[in-house]
């Protein structure tokens, strides 16, 4: 089936689809509303999440026969003027028998973290972490991350948002039993990551898996010294220590206002919908409108070979919350979980700066009932 006519077809199956998500329940209207989709907001104080949140990754655990997420955070004793702004730090796990309502799991490291920062201060990622990807192989959780230590980034015309140290991330991975207790594998690019920091480019980050069964491929985000374009870049291993590159991400369609600043991260799942191509993919998309001030949404992309790339729909189909909302200001890294009832997006939002009194970040979850792409609604753990 050729992709126009597949993308026609999903609106009958649609349709089709199982009971619809209720609305989240509340009794003070303003707090329902600020709190809609608001999944995991930061955590208690002392805790390695009090400060800020964000990053989630849902996997089905079956050894513990319930959800787990996988998180980056960062606690509120961690320096100013350090680091990304969106608030990685260390990775910290919740688990969930409904995939709605959490409850957070110390970790064996500082204040329940399940990985903290390097201690070697050489290491890519001794100053902090921030979650990318995990999957099942095998025995054992597989994970993808990002990192950065405290180099600055060097060169001219670069933009004044990453002068400062920390911004020089890199992917590195980690392997698990349980999903708690983490192993760094060392790779062969500096301070033990697996991959450089593109020639022109200020990091290399927000990695993710497509596992093929051939081999691991690997996608990453990368931007230039300008902050002008976000690419998508590739990689592909069959060892896990030998990583070859595939250049970058194609595109079939010319870029849309609401995806004209590129895409920073992006999920890829196999394809749900009968008779549409193998992968499908919901991704960040960067609004490139002056007057969109950089808003954050999320879209979603069929592909066939994982390679080239084509939207879905001409529009998000997860974009901001209301005004007054926990996610107001951004929706981003988007990660889809496909069950036999519904389709979830877990990701990670911030509200403007009208609602200091709230908690600015945190992790929501948006449904869709069956298979249908078009209605995602937020819903409250």
């Not at 390097?118 to 192989?137: C, K, N, P, Q, W």
Request: glycine share 12%.
């Amino acid at each position: 089936m050729q992709r126009r006519e597949f993308i026609a077809a999903i609106s009958a199956m649609a349709a089709a689809g199982a009971a619809g998500v209720g609305e989240a329940r509340g009794t003070d209207a303003d707090e329902k509303l600020f709190t809609a989709g608001l999944s995991l907001p930061i955590g208690p104080a002392g805790r390695c999440d009090d400060a800020r949140i964000g990053g989630p990754v849902v996997r089905w655990d079956e050894a513990i026969k319930q959800w787990r997420m996988w998180y980056y955070c960062r606690d509120t004793t961690f320096p100013a003027g350090l680091a990304p702004a969106f608030g990685s730090g260390s990775l910290a796990t919740a688990t969930s028998a409904d995939g709605f309502k959490w409850t957070r799991v110390d970790g064996p490291l500082a204040r329940g973290a399940i990985m903290v920062p390097s201690a070697v201060r050489e290491d890519f990622d001794s100053m902090h972490l921030a979650t990318g990807d995990v999957i099942r192989r095998g025995d054992e959780w597989l994970m993808v991350y990002h990192a950065g230590n405290y180099e600055t980034p060097q060169g001219e015309g670069l933009d004044a948002e990453y002068r400062f140290s920390g911004y020089v991330l890199r992917v590195g991975l980690a392997r698990s039993r349980d999903g708690v207790n983490w192993t760094r594998i060392r790779g062969k690019a500096s301070g033990g990551a697996i991959l450089e920091v593109p020639e022109g480019d200020v990091y290399a980050a927000f990695p993710n898996f497509v596992d093929t069964g051939q081999r691991l491929l690997l996608q990453y985000t990368t931007v230039d010294r300008e902050a002008r374009w976000y690419r998508t870049r590739m990689a592909a291993s069959t060892d896990l220590v030998n990583w070859e590159s595939l250049g970058d991400l194609a595109w079939e369609d010319d870029p849309l206002p609401f995806e004209g600043g590129g895409m920073i991260t992006r999920d890829v799942v196999r394809n749900p919908l009968v008779g549409g191509p193998r992968w499908l993919m919901v991704y960040t998309a960067k609004d490139g409108r002056a007057e969109a001030n950089a808003r954050r949404s999320v879209a979603v992309a069929v592909s066939e070979d994982g390679l080239s790339w084509g939207r879905l729909y001409d529009q998000s189909v997860l974009s901001v919350g209301r005004h007054g909302a926990w996610d107001s200001a951004g929706t981003a890294n988007p990660r889809l979980v496909v069950t036999p009832r519904d389709m979830r997006i877990y990701y990670y939002g911030w509200s403007d700066k009208s609602h200091l009194a709230h908690p600015t970040r945190g992790i929501g979850c948006a449904v869709a009932a069956g298979r249908d792409f078009s209605r995602f609604r937020r819903v409250r753990g």
